[in-house]
Protein backbone atom coordinates (compact mmCIF):
# COMPACT_ATOMS: atom_id res chain seq x y z
CA UNK A 1 0.00 0.00 0.00
CA UNK A 2 1.42 3.36 -0.77
CA UNK A 3 0.75 6.25 0.98
CA UNK A 4 -0.41 9.50 -0.62
CA UNK A 5 1.18 12.13 0.29
CA UNK A 6 4.31 11.07 0.98
CA UNK A 7 7.18 13.00 -0.35
CA UNK A 8 10.38 10.87 -0.14
CA UNK A 9 11.13 6.77 0.37
CA UNK A 10 14.33 5.20 1.81
CA UNK A 11 14.35 1.42 0.86
CA UNK A 12 17.70 0.86 2.02
CA UNK A 13 18.59 -1.73 4.16
CA UNK A 14 15.17 -3.40 3.92
CA UNK A 15 15.31 -6.37 2.11
CA UNK A 16 12.66 -6.19 -0.29
CA UNK A 17 11.36 -8.77 -2.65
CA UNK A 18 12.18 -7.94 -6.32
CA UNK A 19 10.88 -6.31 -8.78
CA UNK A 20 9.98 -3.43 -6.91
CA UNK A 21 5.84 -2.59 -7.41
CA UNK A 22 4.37 -0.78 -10.32
CA UNK A 23 2.51 1.74 -8.69
CA UNK A 24 5.74 2.95 -6.67
CA UNK A 25 7.47 2.82 -10.19
CA UNK A 26 4.52 5.25 -11.65
CA UNK A 27 5.11 7.85 -8.97
CA UNK A 28 8.88 7.66 -9.19
CA UNK A 29 8.22 8.23 -13.10
CA UNK A 30 5.89 11.26 -12.40
CA UNK A 31 8.29 12.76 -10.02
CA UNK A 32 5.94 13.07 -6.91
CA UNK A 33 8.12 10.50 -5.37
CA UNK A 34 11.87 10.51 -4.30
CA UNK A 35 13.22 7.05 -3.98
CA UNK A 36 16.61 5.52 -1.98
CA UNK A 37 17.14 2.33 -2.75
CA UNK A 38 20.16 -0.19 -2.97
CA UNK A 39 21.50 -0.41 -6.17
CA UNK A 40 22.10 -4.40 -6.73
CA UNK A 41 20.55 -5.21 -10.15
CA UNK A 42 19.73 -4.19 -13.79
CA UNK A 43 16.03 -4.18 -13.03
CA UNK A 44 16.92 -1.61 -9.43
CA UNK A 45 18.69 0.63 -12.14
CA UNK A 46 16.27 1.17 -14.60
CA UNK A 47 13.26 1.77 -11.47
CA UNK A 48 15.20 5.25 -10.94
CA UNK A 49 14.26 6.65 -13.82
CA UNK A 50 14.10 10.45 -15.29
CA UNK A 51 15.71 11.96 -12.52
CA UNK A 52 13.38 11.06 -10.12
CA UNK A 53 16.28 9.79 -8.00
CA UNK A 54 19.98 9.73 -8.11
CA UNK A 55 22.37 7.55 -7.14
CA UNK A 56 26.06 6.56 -6.57
CA UNK A 57 27.25 3.12 -6.48
CA UNK A 58 27.57 3.35 -2.21
CA UNK A 59 27.05 6.63 -1.82
CA UNK A 60 23.50 8.62 -0.61
CA UNK A 61 21.25 10.30 -2.57
CA UNK A 62 20.57 13.97 -2.73
CA UNK A 63 17.34 15.46 -2.15
CA UNK A 64 16.73 18.46 -3.69
CA UNK A 65 14.98 19.50 -0.45
CA UNK A 66 17.60 20.47 1.28
CA UNK A 67 18.81 23.31 -1.67
CA UNK A 68 15.63 24.35 -0.99
CA UNK A 69 15.65 25.26 2.12
CA UNK A 70 19.45 26.67 1.83
CA UNK A 71 17.88 29.04 -0.60
CA UNK A 72 15.16 29.71 1.79
CA UNK A 73 17.29 30.46 4.66
CA UNK A 74 19.49 33.06 1.94
CA UNK A 75 16.70 35.04 1.73
CA UNK A 76 15.87 35.39 4.79
CA UNK A 77 19.00 36.50 5.45
CA UNK A 78 18.86 39.29 3.12
CA UNK A 79 15.93 40.39 3.78
CA UNK A 80 17.07 40.39 7.58
CA UNK A 81 20.26 42.90 6.25
CA UNK A 82 18.06 45.27 4.14
CA UNK A 83 16.06 45.80 6.82
CA UNK A 84 18.41 46.87 9.22
CA UNK A 85 20.50 49.08 7.01
CA UNK A 86 16.89 51.18 6.38
CA UNK A 87 16.30 51.62 9.95
CA UNK A 88 19.71 53.17 10.23
CA UNK A 89 18.89 55.10 7.66
CA UNK A 90 15.43 56.44 8.95
CA UNK A 91 17.08 56.76 12.72
CA UNK A 92 16.51 60.60 13.48
CA UNK A 93 18.76 62.89 15.30
CA UNK A 94 16.67 64.44 18.30
CA UNK A 95 19.04 67.08 19.13
CA UNK A 96 18.81 68.37 14.65
CA UNK A 97 16.35 67.89 12.61
CA UNK A 98 16.73 68.63 8.85
CA UNK A 99 14.00 67.12 7.17
CA UNK A 100 10.30 68.28 7.07
CA UNK A 101 8.62 65.45 6.98
CA UNK A 102 10.13 64.13 10.64
CA UNK A 103 7.54 66.65 11.50
CA UNK A 104 4.52 64.47 12.60
CA UNK A 105 1.40 65.31 9.86
CA UNK A 106 -1.26 65.36 12.95
CA UNK A 107 0.13 69.50 13.28
CA UNK A 108 -0.54 71.38 10.45
CA UNK A 109 2.22 73.42 8.61
CA UNK A 110 1.21 76.82 7.57
CA UNK A 111 2.69 78.89 4.54
CA UNK A 112 4.70 82.39 5.14
CA UNK A 113 1.27 83.93 3.69
CA UNK A 114 -0.99 82.21 5.84
CA UNK A 115 0.72 83.63 9.04
CA UNK A 116 1.00 87.10 8.06
CA UNK A 117 -2.97 86.54 7.79
CA UNK A 118 -3.51 84.90 10.83
CA UNK A 119 -1.21 87.81 12.55
CA UNK A 120 -2.95 90.83 10.66
CA UNK A 121 0.38 91.18 8.89
CA UNK A 122 2.82 90.95 12.26
CA UNK A 123 0.63 94.14 13.68
CA UNK A 124 0.64 93.20 17.44
CA UNK A 125 3.43 92.24 19.00
CA UNK A 126 3.07 90.37 22.46
CA UNK A 127 6.94 89.33 23.43
CA UNK A 128 10.27 89.29 22.69
CA UNK A 129 12.98 86.12 22.80
CA UNK A 130 16.84 86.09 22.07
CA UNK A 131 15.78 84.16 19.07
CA UNK A 132 12.72 85.81 17.90
CA UNK A 133 9.70 87.72 18.16
CA UNK A 134 5.74 86.40 19.31
CA UNK A 135 3.11 88.24 17.49
CA UNK A 136 -0.80 87.78 18.70
CA UNK A 137 -3.48 86.00 16.37
CA UNK A 138 -6.03 84.18 15.53
CA UNK A 139 -6.37 80.48 13.38
CA UNK A 140 -10.07 81.15 12.77
CA UNK A 141 -11.85 81.87 16.15
CA UNK A 142 -8.92 80.80 18.25
CA UNK A 143 -6.44 83.24 19.08
CA UNK A 144 -3.25 82.14 19.25
CA UNK A 145 0.64 83.20 19.96
CA UNK A 146 3.20 83.05 16.57
CA UNK A 147 6.78 83.31 17.18
CA UNK A 148 8.62 83.74 14.61
CA UNK A 149 12.55 83.48 14.21
CA UNK A 150 15.09 85.62 13.42
CA UNK A 151 16.40 84.91 9.64
CA UNK A 152 19.78 85.22 10.76
CA UNK A 153 20.19 83.35 13.86
CA UNK A 154 21.41 79.78 13.23
CA UNK A 155 21.21 78.60 16.49
CA UNK A 156 17.64 80.05 16.76
CA UNK A 157 16.79 78.01 13.35
CA UNK A 158 18.56 74.66 16.35
CA UNK A 159 15.86 75.58 18.74
CA UNK A 160 12.92 75.63 16.49
CA UNK A 161 13.36 71.87 15.01
CA UNK A 162 13.95 70.33 18.50
CA UNK A 163 10.84 72.68 19.81
CA UNK A 164 8.62 71.45 16.73
CA UNK A 165 9.77 67.73 17.30
CA UNK A 166 9.34 68.33 21.27
CA UNK A 167 5.66 69.62 21.45
CA UNK A 168 4.64 66.99 18.30
CA UNK A 169 5.49 64.36 20.72
CA UNK A 170 4.91 65.70 24.20
CA UNK A 171 1.28 65.96 25.11
CA UNK A 172 0.23 67.22 28.58
CA UNK A 173 -2.37 69.70 30.42
CA UNK A 174 0.86 71.81 32.17
CA UNK A 175 2.88 71.99 28.77
CA UNK A 176 1.74 74.79 26.30
CA UNK A 177 0.12 72.93 22.94
CA UNK A 178 1.18 73.31 19.87
CA UNK A 179 -1.27 74.62 16.80
CA UNK A 180 1.21 74.53 14.26
CA UNK A 181 4.20 75.58 12.89
CA UNK A 182 5.86 77.67 9.26
CA UNK A 183 8.78 76.08 7.15
CA UNK A 184 8.42 78.11 4.55
CA UNK A 185 12.31 78.75 2.94
CA UNK A 186 13.41 81.51 5.19
CA UNK A 187 10.61 81.57 6.97
CA UNK A 188 10.25 79.85 10.17
CA UNK A 189 7.95 79.63 13.12
CA UNK A 190 5.77 78.21 15.55
CA UNK A 191 2.25 79.01 16.32
CA UNK A 192 1.17 78.22 20.11
CA UNK A 193 -1.83 78.18 21.97
CA UNK A 194 -2.67 82.35 23.31
CA UNK A 195 -1.99 82.04 26.85
CA UNK A 196 -3.86 85.39 28.03
CA UNK A 197 -2.51 86.16 31.20
CA UNK A 198 1.17 85.95 29.89
CA UNK A 199 3.94 84.50 31.84
CA UNK A 200 4.15 84.95 36.01
CA UNK A 201 7.42 87.21 35.73
CA UNK A 202 4.87 89.87 34.76
CA UNK A 203 3.08 89.47 38.03
CA UNK A 204 5.43 89.29 40.95
CA UNK A 205 8.13 92.08 39.79
CA UNK A 206 8.45 95.38 38.79
CA UNK A 207 5.60 96.75 40.41
CA UNK A 208 2.36 94.72 38.74
CA UNK A 209 -0.43 96.40 40.14
CA UNK A 210 -1.98 93.14 40.37
CA UNK A 211 -1.09 90.79 43.03
CA UNK A 212 -1.33 87.14 42.75
CA UNK A 213 -3.32 85.54 45.90
CA UNK A 214 -1.31 83.16 48.14
CA UNK A 215 -3.36 80.65 46.94
CA UNK A 216 -2.74 81.39 43.39
CA UNK A 217 0.84 81.29 44.00
CA UNK A 218 0.70 77.80 45.03
CA UNK A 219 -1.19 76.54 42.27
CA UNK A 220 0.75 78.20 40.15
CA UNK A 221 3.93 76.15 41.49
CA UNK A 222 2.18 72.77 41.20
CA UNK A 223 0.70 72.99 37.62
CA UNK A 224 4.87 74.25 37.08
CA UNK A 225 5.62 71.00 39.17
CA UNK A 226 3.50 68.55 37.18
CA UNK A 227 4.76 69.84 33.71
CA UNK A 228 8.56 68.97 34.51
CA UNK A 229 7.24 66.01 36.41
CA UNK A 230 5.67 64.98 33.34
CA UNK A 231 8.73 65.52 31.19
CA UNK A 232 11.22 64.06 33.79
CA UNK A 233 8.94 60.68 34.85
CA UNK A 234 6.33 60.68 32.34
CA UNK A 235 8.38 60.72 28.99
CA UNK A 236 10.73 57.82 27.31
CA UNK A 237 13.92 58.73 27.10
CA UNK A 238 13.04 61.62 30.00
CA UNK A 239 13.66 65.52 28.69
CA UNK A 240 15.15 68.13 30.59
CA UNK A 241 13.61 71.68 30.25
CA UNK A 242 16.80 73.37 30.67
CA UNK A 243 15.49 76.63 30.45
CA UNK A 244 12.95 76.75 33.96
CA UNK A 245 12.62 80.51 34.95
CA UNK A 246 9.54 82.82 35.72
CA UNK A 247 9.16 84.45 31.80
CA UNK A 248 8.81 80.49 30.77
CA UNK A 249 5.63 79.95 32.99
CA UNK A 250 2.57 80.89 30.75
CA UNK A 251 -0.90 81.87 32.65
CA UNK A 252 -3.99 80.72 30.38
CA UNK A 253 -7.16 83.20 31.28
CA UNK A 254 -8.05 80.66 34.66
CA UNK A 255 -4.65 81.55 35.47
CA UNK A 256 -3.44 77.46 34.62
CA UNK A 257 0.25 77.21 34.15
CA UNK A 258 1.64 75.51 31.71
CA UNK A 259 5.81 75.48 30.40
CA UNK A 260 6.75 76.82 27.26
CA UNK A 261 9.87 77.71 25.20
CA UNK A 262 11.60 74.19 25.01
CA UNK A 263 14.05 75.40 22.15
CA UNK A 264 17.14 74.27 24.94
CA UNK A 265 15.29 71.05 26.08
CA UNK A 266 17.41 67.70 26.26
CA UNK A 267 16.39 64.85 25.86
CA UNK A 268 18.24 61.45 27.85
CA UNK A 269 19.85 59.01 25.39
CA UNK A 270 18.81 55.95 26.96
CA UNK A 271 15.63 55.22 29.48
CA UNK A 272 18.25 54.13 31.66
CA UNK A 273 20.97 57.65 31.74
CA UNK A 274 21.46 59.74 34.65
CA UNK A 275 22.60 62.90 32.37
CA UNK A 276 23.17 64.06 29.37
CA UNK A 277 27.00 65.83 28.40
CA UNK A 278 26.37 69.05 27.02
CA UNK A 279 27.45 72.31 26.67
CA UNK A 280 26.36 74.95 29.76
CA UNK A 281 23.23 76.48 28.81
CA UNK A 282 21.36 78.75 30.74
CA UNK A 283 20.42 81.80 32.45
CA UNK A 284 22.40 83.40 35.31
CA UNK A 285 20.57 83.18 38.35
CA UNK A 286 18.83 79.84 37.39
CA UNK A 287 22.06 77.63 36.48
CA UNK A 288 21.97 74.71 38.50
CA UNK A 289 26.22 75.17 39.92
CA UNK A 290 26.96 71.30 39.65
CA UNK A 291 25.84 71.56 35.88
CA UNK A 292 27.97 74.49 35.16
CA UNK A 293 31.05 72.87 36.46
CA UNK A 294 30.41 68.95 35.58
CA UNK A 295 28.90 70.07 32.36
CA UNK A 296 26.60 67.18 32.94
CA UNK A 297 22.56 67.87 32.48
CA UNK A 298 20.26 65.96 34.94
CA UNK A 299 16.95 66.29 35.92
CA UNK A 300 18.12 67.64 39.12
CA UNK A 301 19.18 70.44 37.44
CA UNK A 302 15.83 71.31 36.45
CA UNK A 303 14.99 70.75 40.09
CA UNK A 304 17.07 73.44 41.08
CA UNK A 305 16.11 76.12 38.82
CA UNK A 306 12.26 75.20 39.83
CA UNK A 307 13.27 76.05 43.79
CA UNK A 308 15.07 79.44 42.32
CA UNK A 309 11.26 80.31 40.96
CA UNK A 310 9.25 78.81 43.97
CA UNK A 311 11.12 81.28 45.74
CA UNK A 312 10.35 84.39 43.41
CA UNK A 313 6.85 83.45 43.37
CA UNK A 314 6.98 83.55 47.83
CA UNK A 315 8.79 86.86 47.78
CA UNK A 316 7.97 88.50 44.55
CA UNK A 317 11.81 88.97 44.43
CA UNK A 318 14.14 88.51 41.17
CA UNK A 319 16.65 85.46 41.75
CA UNK A 320 19.28 88.41 41.04
CA UNK A 321 19.13 91.58 41.83
CA UNK A 322 21.95 93.87 42.22
CA UNK A 323 24.52 91.80 44.24
CA UNK A 324 21.93 89.91 45.81
CA UNK A 325 21.26 86.49 44.90
CA UNK A 326 17.70 85.44 46.21
CA UNK A 327 19.26 81.97 47.84
CA UNK A 328 21.62 83.93 50.07
CA UNK A 329 19.32 86.53 50.92
CA UNK A 330 16.24 83.70 51.86
CA UNK A 331 18.94 81.35 53.70
CA UNK A 332 19.88 85.16 55.87
CA UNK A 333 16.27 85.37 56.70
CA UNK A 334 15.42 81.38 57.55
CA UNK A 335 18.28 81.38 59.95
CA UNK A 336 17.07 84.45 62.07
CA UNK A 337 14.02 82.02 62.40
CA UNK A 338 10.90 83.68 60.87
CA UNK A 339 9.50 83.58 57.33
CA UNK A 340 6.88 86.66 57.50
CA UNK A 341 9.51 88.98 56.03
CA UNK A 342 10.28 86.57 53.17
CA UNK A 343 6.93 86.75 52.16
CA UNK A 344 5.50 89.30 49.32
CA UNK A 345 4.42 92.31 51.50
CA UNK A 346 1.76 93.09 48.86
CA UNK A 347 -0.04 89.95 50.14
CA UNK A 348 0.03 92.19 53.71
CA UNK A 349 0.46 89.13 55.85
CA UNK A 350 -2.51 87.24 53.98
CA UNK A 351 -1.25 84.08 53.86
CA UNK A 352 -0.52 80.41 55.62
CA UNK A 353 1.93 80.82 57.84
CA UNK A 354 2.27 76.94 57.91
CA UNK A 355 2.18 76.21 54.10
CA UNK A 356 4.78 79.82 53.84
CA UNK A 357 6.94 77.42 55.84
CA UNK A 358 6.75 74.38 54.13
CA UNK A 359 7.14 76.02 51.04
CA UNK A 360 10.23 78.08 52.22
CA UNK A 361 11.78 74.88 52.71
CA UNK A 362 10.69 72.97 50.13
CA UNK A 363 12.16 75.82 47.94
CA UNK A 364 15.72 75.65 49.87
CA UNK A 365 15.70 71.62 49.37
CA UNK A 366 15.48 72.05 45.67
CA UNK A 367 18.32 74.66 45.38
CA UNK A 368 20.75 72.61 47.62
CA UNK A 369 24.35 73.28 46.21
CA UNK A 370 24.88 69.08 45.80
CA UNK A 371 21.98 67.67 43.50
CA UNK A 372 21.98 64.57 45.29
CA UNK A 373 20.69 66.53 48.02
CA UNK A 374 17.50 67.98 45.89
CA UNK A 375 14.19 66.26 45.98
CA UNK A 376 12.79 64.94 42.71
CA UNK A 377 10.08 66.16 40.91
CA UNK A 378 7.85 63.23 41.84
CA UNK A 379 8.40 64.54 45.94
CA UNK A 380 8.50 68.20 44.55
CA UNK A 381 4.86 67.59 43.48
CA UNK A 382 3.34 65.49 46.13
CA UNK A 383 4.89 67.91 48.92
CA UNK A 384 3.15 71.12 46.83
CA UNK A 385 -0.15 69.48 46.76
CA UNK A 386 -0.64 69.20 50.29
CA UNK A 387 0.50 72.79 50.94
CA UNK A 388 -2.30 73.44 48.18
CA UNK A 389 -4.51 71.20 49.74
CA UNK A 390 -4.23 72.63 53.65
CA UNK A 391 -4.28 76.27 52.24
CA UNK A 392 -7.76 75.51 50.89
CA UNK A 393 -9.04 74.24 53.96
CA UNK A 394 -6.97 75.97 56.55
CA UNK A 395 -9.30 78.72 57.10
CA UNK A 396 -12.64 78.58 55.16
CA UNK A 397 -11.16 81.36 53.30
CA UNK A 398 -13.33 81.93 49.78
CA UNK A 399 -11.81 81.04 47.02
CA UNK A 400 -10.55 83.64 44.85
CA UNK A 401 -11.25 82.73 41.81
CA UNK A 402 -9.69 85.81 39.49
CA UNK A 403 -6.08 84.77 40.95
CA UNK A 404 -5.57 88.37 42.11
CA UNK A 405 -6.22 89.84 45.90
CA UNK A 406 -7.93 93.49 46.21
CA UNK A 407 -4.35 95.62 46.68
CA UNK A 408 -4.90 99.29 47.42
CA UNK A 409 -1.15 100.80 46.42
CA UNK A 410 -1.30 103.97 48.66
CA UNK A 411 -1.73 101.04 51.89
CA UNK A 412 2.48 100.43 51.07
CA UNK A 413 4.58 102.68 52.43
CA UNK A 414 7.70 101.95 50.67
CA UNK A 415 8.43 99.73 47.86
CA UNK A 416 9.52 95.79 47.77
CA UNK A 417 13.27 96.16 48.46
CA UNK A 418 15.50 94.57 46.09
Request: glycine share 8%.
Amino acid sequence: MILHGLPYSNLRGNNFTRPLPAELLAKSKEGSLLLSIESTSDEDKSSCLEGSCRKKKGNKVVIPVIATIGAVIMLLAALAIIWIIKRRKTKVNTDLITNDELFTPRNQQFTFSEVKNITNNFKTVIGRGGFGTVYHGYNGNDQVAVKMLTESSFQGYKEFQAEVKLLTDVRHKNITSLVGYCNDNNHKGIIYEYMANGNIEKHLFDGSPNVLSWETRLQIACDAAEGLEYMHHGCRPPIVHRYVKPSNILLNEGFQAKLADFGMSRAFTTEDATYVSTVVAGTRGYLDPEYYLTNRLTEKSDVYSFGVVLLELITSRRAISGDINIIGWVNSMVAKGSVDNLIDPRLEGDFNINTAWKMVELAIACVSHTSIKRPTMNNVVVELKNCLQADKTSSGKPNNQSGYIPFNLEAVSSPNPR
